[in-house]
Each structure stands twice: as structure tokens, then as C-alpha cells.
């Protein structure tokens, strides 16, 4: 099946740096990814869709210049938390699809097992 | 109101039970659902994926989905302490091109108890 993988797993960074957290498809190409942010005991919150080769597309109050996305290829999506503050700590989460290649029958979205970010 | 309504519970159940989780959504225009199960501390994992009205049946698990009145369960026999998780379900349109965008639930929190 398809496999989404996602790293790091948990990171701790200093307030004021930029963390880079990567989301590759494994075993197929990634037309979209998306990227989620998710709070204790609360769920997905969808703050950007990438589309290889071209810009993300931000939910509505999300911040792009502070959340960078990238996917500059079909395998590979980027999300950059830049100048962090103790406030994006949070569980991230991307998850991707290949539109073309997948039938009616099989619409399943794979998500990468998380990013847990904490920022002291 | 949110498109996708869920009960968080906790649900706590004894094993062997079963188990019966629900959403409700609001856009008609929602035409595929999902059930997904998320550890604690990992990404969600699909369950189970529905396009029309009626059951669907994999091992222990049936996801049901009445577009009528806009309601998706999803039934767990024999629950077992491994299904301890949360459960969340997801509804998007019909893809036109792709770039259509999962709406979740808020998920239901269950533990399955020895």
C-alpha cells in the first residue's frame, strides 16, 4: 500500500529558529500533498495544499510567510516553520495523494505519522 | 456549524463489545467518506472508505453511510483493547481534477477496556 513518511518525528528548537520538517511518498509520486496541524485532544486542521511544482495554497488565517511549504517533486513536500515561537508548538501532520493514478475506488488519502514540535 | 459533526466523547467500552461511532455532516456536496484511526501521538490511519449509500464490511469493522440524512457510522465487533484510539471520520466533493480538501470530524476518543 502507499506509504507516506515523515520526519522528524519529535524536534525541540529554540524560540527564534526555523525548523524544516520533510514529507516523502515512498513507493508512489505525490500530485498533492497537505499539510495539517493538529492541537491535543482536537482535530486536523488543513493549513496548506501543495501541488507539485507550483505554490501552496493556504487556508484561510494561515500565515505563508511564516509556514513554507515546498514540493518540489513528486516524492518530496517541505514545510519550514520559520522564526518559531512557543505557540506553533503543535503536532504536525502531512498527508498526500496521486490524483491520476488512483481509480474511483480508491480515494484514500495516506498521512505520514506526525511531527510533534515543541518550542522552548 | 461544522461540516462535519462529531461526539468526542471518551467512549469506553468493555471487550468484546460493539461499538458504534457517528457523524453527521451538513454539505450535500460531500460524496466520499472516510474513517480513519489515529494512535495517540501518530498520523491517522484510513480504516475504512465509503462512496455510496449502504454498508461496507472489512474484517470487524462496517462503515455505513445514509446520504439521506446525512449520517456515517462506523460499527467495531468483538472491540478489542487494540482499538484504543480515536477515530475520525472525513468527508470530501467529488473529484473534479483533484485538489479537493478532507473535511474531518473532531474525532471520538474510545478505550476499550479489559
Known amino acids: 500500500g502507499a506509504v507516506v513518511s515523515q520526519h522528524p518525528s519529535r524536534v525541540i528548537c529554540k524560540s527564534g529558529t526555523s525548523v524544516k520538517i520533510e514529507c516523502r511518498s515512498l513507493?508512489?509520486?505525490?500530485?498533492?500533498m497537505f499539510w495539517y496541524r493538529q492541537f491535543p485532544k482536537q482535530s486536523l486542521m488543513l493549513m496548506a495544499t501543495s501541488n507539485e511544482g507550483s505554490k501552496a495554497t493556504y487556508e484561510q488565517g494561515v500565515e505563508k510567510d511564516k509556514f513554507l511549504i515546498n514540493h518540489a517533486s513528486l516524492t518530496l513536500s517541505t514545510l519550514t516553520v520559520t522564526s518559531a515561537h512557543p505557540e506553533d508548538s503543535s503536532f504536525y501532520i502531512c498527508?498526500?495523494?496521486?490524483?491520476?493514478?488512483?481509480?474511483?475506488?480508491?480515494?484514500?488519502?495516506?498521512f505520514g505519522s506526525g511531527t510533534r514540535l515543541t518550542v522552548v | 456549524q461544522k461540516e462535519v459533526e462529531q461526539d468526542p466523547g471518551p467512549l469506553s467500552v468493555p471487550e468484546g463489545a460493539i461499538v458504534s461511532l457517528n457523524c453527521t455532516y451538513s454539505n450535500s456536496a460531500f460524496q466520499y467518506f472516510m474513517w480513519y484511526r489515529q494512535y495517540s501521538r501518530k498520523g491517522p490511519e484510513l480504516l475504512m472508505y465509503?462512496?455510496?449509500?449502504g454498508n461496507k464490511e472489512d474484517g470487524r469493522f462496517t462503515a455505513q453511510v445514509d446520504k439521506s440524512s446525512k449520517y456515517i457510522s462506523l460499527f467495531i465487533r468483538d472491540s478489542q483493547p487494540s482499538d484504543s484510539a480515536t477515530y475520525l471520520c472525513?468527508?470530501?466533493?467529488?473529484?473534479?481534477?483533484?485538489?479537493?480538501?478532507?473535511?474531518f470530524g473532531t474525532g471520538t476518543q474510545l478505550k476499550v477496556e479489559l
Open positions: 498527508s498526500a495523494i496521486n490524483y491520476r493514478d488512483r481509480g474511483p475506488e480508491d480515494y484514500g488519502y495516506t
Open positions: 472525513a468527508a470530501y466533493p467529488r473529484l473534479t481534477g483533484g485538489g479537493n480538501k478532507l473535511t
Open positions: 513507493d508512489f509520486q505525490a500530485t498533492t
Open positions: 465509503t462512496y455510496s449509500s
